[in-house]
């Protein structure tokens, strides 16, 4: 066995963990970080499929509350226990239903072609910006009930919120200066909006569906108003890494392409094998409930855990050939990429539905997206996620 040195701010493990992740599996299941956040905390990493697995269901031995106290111990779904975090959940949840989410199928279908069609009116395309981060807005702002005339400011506001994530998870705040102070921006223009809500019938959105909740007393103001920024940071960020990374991937496999235009039913299995390779979040905390003995290792009571969604999904003790993409793979659902137990991401299904309306609106142009030799694609460096910030194709004239 040999010594292991992680750096989780360092540039080249945020945009290539995966060898990393290989030597964590392999030697050290369970990593001890001494004195490793700014805090001088001790950090235990899991990285094994089956360990990070029990992190998300085993209530009894891992909690989700991060913070106990402090300006970022906020009433967030990820960071509370049940009943809270089932109370609060009750509500959110009442937006995707299957049959809700199905019901906006036909609209999201248009919506992407509208952005295709105005995409491929031009030369070249900053994908990220005119496709990977409007779909999703575009579509959460609706679900909220909210304008899109902030659009820079509540895309600036979703990556402070993911900072803050990663701060509280030990990341040195001076890393990311001002973040805290958008987050409060963020929290006043949703507060805002509940406001005008209240005024106004519910329409079966969800801010209208929190606004109701915290009528009834269901949930308090300050639940009201984090869930709802919440909702929009966690679900732009997740889904605008998924939809530039696979269409990028498909850009770079013309096989895979084709065999997708061929047999558009496959796009699921495509998006689940993305899914598992490339999960836009890398990683999430849990807090040790009571003492725990994994690997040889003692993880004391109340010690911070990071959980390596990313190394679990590449894991040859769950996964065959894991470094390989294969959209033919057995039990590629089983994948972490939307976490598990009562923390399983609510917003799968719609992320889902974007993705694969997604692809199959773009299989027939494709083939006219061609990256930029003078200005390549850039991998997201933020803490916590894997993405890309920056991707460029010039679109050839169409035959």
């Not at 959110?92 to 906006?104: D, E, L």
């Not at 506001?157 to 973040?179: C, I, L, N, Q, Y």
């Not at 689940?272 to 993880?299: C, F, N, S």
């Amino acid at each position: 066995m040999t010594s292991l040195e992680i750096d989780l701010a360092s540039p080249a493990y945020r945009s290539n963990p995966f060898p990393v992740y290989a030597q964590l599996r392999d030697e050290h299941p369970v990593h001890y970080l001494p004195n490793y956040t700014h805090e001088g905390e001790d950090v235990y990493v899991l990285s094994r499929y089956d360990d990070v697995d029990r992190a998300f269901r085993d209530a009894t031995s891992f909690s989700s509350q991060i913070r106990l106290d402090g300006y970022l111990n906020l009433p967030l779904l990820v960071n509370r226990d049940n009943p809270d975090h089932g109370r609060i959940r009750k509500t959110t949840n009442r937006s995707f239903t299957g049959r809700a989410v199905q019901a906006m199928e036909p609209w999201i279908s248009e919506l992407v072609d509208e952005l295709i069609e105005g995409i491929l009116a031009d030369d070249r395309v900053e994908f990220v910006d005119a496709y990977s981060t409007m779909l999703p807005l575009r579509v959460i702002s609706a679900l909220l009930g909210i304008p899109l005339d902030r659009k820079a400011d509540l895309r600036r506001w979703s990556h402070a919120v993911m900072d803050m994530f990663a701060v509280a998870g030990g990341m040195d705040p001076d890393e990311v200066p001002g973040f805290f102070e958008d987050v409060m921006a963020f929290s006043n223009y949703m507060d805002d909006r509940a406001r005008e809500r209240r005024q106004q019938p519910s329409g079966g959105d969800v801010l209208g569906l929190l606004v109701e909740a915290e009528k009834e007393g269901t949930i308090s103001r300050d639940e009201l108003t984090v869930t709802a920024w919440a909702f929009v940071a966690a679900g732009h960020e997740t889904t605008m890494n998924l939809l530039g990374g696979g269409i990028l991937h498909l850009v770079q496999n013309p096989k895979l392409l084709e065999r997708l235009i061929d047999v558009p039913s496959d796009t699921a299995k495509f998006i689940e094998e993305y899914l598992r390779m490339y999960p836009p979040t890398q990683w999430v905390l849990r807090r040790a409930k009571i003492e725990l003995d994994l690997h040889g290792v003692t993880i004391p009571e109340g010690g911070l855990v990071h959980v390596i969604i990313g190394s679990a999904n590449r894991d040859p003790r769950q996964f065959e050939r894991p470094d390989e993409f294969d959209i033919d793979r057995p039990k590629s659902q089983s994948h972490q990429a939307f976490g598990g137990g009562s923390h399983f991401c609510p917003g799968a299904t719609l992320s889902r539905l974007l993705a694969e309306k997604t692809f199959q609106g773009w299989y027939p142009h494709i083939g006219r997206l061609a990256e930029d030799p003078n200005d390549p694609a850039q991998l997201r460096l933020r803490q916590g996620s894997y993405g890309y910030s920056h991707l460029p194709f010039l679109i050839k004239a169409e035959v």
